[in-house]
């Protein structure tokens, strides 16, 4: 009986954390979601933790903690254990955010993560128009707003997401005057184009396709270019290569993190992303898969990111603090 | 015809054993969820996401739209055993339904609650199959000057939600709307009242305010009570009576009608229209004063609305493929998973999917009221489990609840802090009801205006100009004056207050 104990005493405190090492994972995986659930970003995480339970041989758990814009989240990973069981799913631009509106915030993109995985430009984001409207392109939106400063609507998201920030960086590189409308996300924007209350609307290219096709609204450029909407053509393309603020998607562990656990994971979501059902799935969503995982590319993806927002203030990504 | 013929294909499809089979799971999984507080129909649908890629499609957006609907039937049964909401949508069933299971009337309660919900949920569904296109399009129309006269014209219901003195009602919907302006400021996106907690910066969640200031006050305020005092022990009927009836058919009417319009109207969400129905019917009963005290118009009403609106809220969705809040969003990605992209497209391009779950859901209604109406008698031996048992418990699920909603042990926090909160107010008879509407209505009334003056440049005329604002603006008007012709209702309780010495 005592015998029987020390065994079992052995097996669980003992040994255990040499099997760690040797056969990761061999526990379920945690993967802490800073979306909430149901939204595109959460959807593509839970597509992918799926089949890389499957690639892996252990479960992968989705968790949101949508709470304070994703820093939470970011916390709680960035504070785990360093054995890879702990992972942040999120928009990278969330993690870039609030490291560049508060470099000191207790999660830090650069200081507190390993990138895993980058889906870089998952998706588009694109002005719409109306159908019905004398707009066409975006020619015609900078031309009409310098005739009328402030006049035009455009409805946008909520402060601090690329849904808005990417109209300022057009007012800045066009020098236009347009206001911003803001609302709770794409869907609401475009009903209120539809219902002809704003001039244009910010939305993700996904939600905007059915109502391109009806002939309801057109787009009039997008970030990047999108896998549904193939003839709309790019803000930089139009002349504002500065309207590129791409949605990228990442698998953040800890910083510390093991190289070899590093690599197990990278070959896993590389190889998930190859899975012909999944992938199949993933371009009717219309997701763009340009997946990066190694350490150069991440490497460069990450400043460019950090770059890229610190062209903001905080107040402008919504992180200013009392 | 063609519209009816579509119906009857759509139900007939829906019959198939493999769909009645999800439907069932999901109404009743819907009705669990339902009578769990805290966790709602998109926690759920989150959870069984990952299922979509091996469901066959019809089948699997029939179980989750029976989830959403399955659970406006279930959040009834705790607001009238024990005070607690469900869902947030049944807050005001708990006036007079708990009231109701307090005189040991809870089978009739229970009982017209189901009723109910089966009535106006299958007609908002024959209102969805003839009228959705047209209500689209009304919904449309409704942009932010719109919104803020509709929602200003709301908040004069709110002066027959109280029951007690008319000041202190005023005093608690300002509250609650103070409450809701803790957060992002929705427009500029900078922090307001969050003194750097980062879990603030969302704001105060109207899950965990609910159930503290409903289900856990309750408790303590029980807590010095003997056995027997709170419930009446002999329990009378197991279902409505024949005046029961009399006194709901009009009630459960007007709610369907109530509800299906408030339904669908984009972004109104669903815990308005059962505050609008209880004020409709306490503005227009003849004995206002027994609202709040078991009246069952207070059940029938609001219970029947909220199934109405949860089945017309589906408009914007299937005809514009426009989502309108979480449950919606979760739906528009089920649907996306399967290549079925929603949009204006949609009912002629998916027949087959639009009109099975129309069909599925005249099938999953009548299925909620024969699982329901045999559950009544196992519930309300709720009431009879001894106290030192059963409060426990209630505080336990209200913990539970609160934390599983959105896994945030701040939520936890808030719970007990406004299960403190209505202790003190249910002590000094102030009553959480306009506290809540407060709190639904603040935000998107706040945003409505705002955006209104963006869009105008600052010029308050905007709610004027436009036709559908002004008539909403005339409207509120004359709810607001109307008291000055009259002298009774809406003034009645200020005036005799001042009148006493």
Known sequence: ?322 | MDTLHSLALGILTAASPLNLLYGFAGVLLGTLIGVLPGLGPAGAIALLLPLALHAPPLAYLIMLFGITYGAQYGGSTTSILVNIPGEASSVITCLDGYAMARQGRAGPALGIAAFGSFIGGTVALVGVAFLAPALAELGLRFGPPEYAALLLFGLTALVYLAHGPMDKALLMALFGSLLASVGLDPVTGQPRFTFDILVLRDGVGLTPVVIGLFGVSEVLVNLHAHAGEIFQKKIKGLLPTLQDWKDSAMPITRGTVLGFLVGAIPGLNVVIATFAAYAVEKKISKHPEKFGRGAIEGVAAPETANNAASCSGWIPLLSLGLPTGSVTSLIFGALMIHGLAPGPLFIKNSPDIFWGLLGSMAIGNAMLLILNLPLIGLWIRVLQVPYYFLFPLIILFSIIGAYTAAGNTGDVVIVIIFGVAGYLMKKFAYEPAPMVLGLVIGPLLETAIRRSLIMSKGHVTIFFQRPIAAFFMGAALLMLLSPLLTRRRLGHDIIEKLEEP
Request: no cysteine.
């Open chain 1, 1 to 322: 009986m005592k015998l029987e104990m020390i065994i079992v005493f052995l097996a669980v405190f003992g040994l255990s954390p040499a099997l760690y090492g040797q056969g990761f994972p061999n526990k379920p995986i945690e993967l802490v979601v800073s979306s909430s659930p149901g939204g595109g970003i959460d959807l593509i995480f839970r597509l992918l933790a799926e089949e890389l339970a499957k690639t892996l041989k252990v479960q992968v758990n989705v968790v949101n903690q949508p709470a304070g814009a994703g820093a939470i989240a970011a916390e709680k990973v960035a504070g785990a254990r360093k054995d890879g069981y702990t992972l942040l799913g999120s928009l990278l631009g969330q993690v870039a955010t609030m490291s560049v509106a508060n470099p000191k915030a207790p999660a830090n993109l650069v200081r507190d993560f390993q990138p895993i995985a980058i889906l870089h430009g998952y998706a588009a984001v694109i002005m719409l128009g109306r159908a019905d409207a004398e707009f066409k392109n975006l020619k015609d939106v900078v031309s009409q707003a310098q005739k009328k400063p402030g006049d035009l609507i455009v409805a946008v998201g909520p402060v601090g997401t690329s849904l808005t920030l990417e109209v300022e960086l057009l007012k800045r590189a066009a020098k236009i005057d347009i206001t911003s409308l803001p609302f709770a996300g794409s869907a609401q924007a475009m009903t209120n184009l539809l219902g002809g209350h704003v001039n244009f609307a910010m939305a993700s290219d996904v939600a905007a396709q059915p109502h391109i096709k009806a002939g309801k609204l057109i787009g009039l450029a997008v970030d990047v270019e999108s896998a549904v909407l193939p003839d709309v053509p790019t803000f930089a393309k139009q002349g504002y290569p500065q309207v590129n603020l791409l949605a990228s998607v990442a698998f953040l562990a800890p910083k510390g993190l093991p190289d070899p656990t590093v690599k197990i994971l990278a070959d896993a979501i590389g190889k998930t992303v190859e899975e012909p059902k999944l992938k199949e799935n993933l371009k009717t969503r219309g997701y763009n898969i340009d997946l990066r995982t190694s350490a150069a590319d991440l490497n460069k993806l990450i400043k460019e990111e950090i770059d890229k927002y610190s062209r903001f203030t905080p107040e402008d990504l919504g992180w200013k603090t009392q």
